[in-house]
């Protein structure tokens, strides 16, 4: 995946990134899709939690977020998220020397248990229409 992070001066640095998508049946669907390629890749949507720590942002490390693939045979960009942090990083332009000046990455273990996916609405709310 590409985290995409706008930087000042009209620049966007991109950072690789994986996600963890804990979910069988659509860790199988974006398979499918990657394996077809071409036009079953390009627009292919799906949400998975960070796993990678990102220098300044260590805190990002597990937060939901949602990917798209911008094209055929085009890598994952990361496109939003609920975390308040994560949503920042992805739309605030930030500044070139804390980009460059990021330092070490901190590596920690994803705390907390499994956590509900923002992205995909309970059987009841679907029912509901809310």
């Avoid at 009209?10 to 390629?37: Q, Y």
């Amino acid at each position: 995946m590409i985290l995409p992070v706008p930087v000042e001066h009209d620049r966007t640095a991109t950072f690789g990134v994986w996600l963890c998508v804990p979910d069988h049946k659509e860790w199988t669907r974006i398979n499918a899709a990657a394996r077809k390629g071409g036009s079953a890749w390009a627009g292919t949507t799906f949400e998975g939690r960070l796993a990678t720590a990102i220098q300044p942002w260590p805190d990002v490390f597990g937060a939901w977020t949602r990917a798209v693939v911008p094209a055929p045979n085009q890598v994952p960009r990361l496109v939003h998220s609920h975390d308040p942090l994560l949503a920042r990083v992805l739309t605030e332009r930030w500044p070139e020397e804390l980009i460059r000046s990021r330092g070490e990455h901190a590596v920690r273990p994803l705390s907390g248990g499994p956590t509900p996916n923002p992205y995909r609405r309970s059987l009841w709310s679907r029912l509901s229409g809310s």
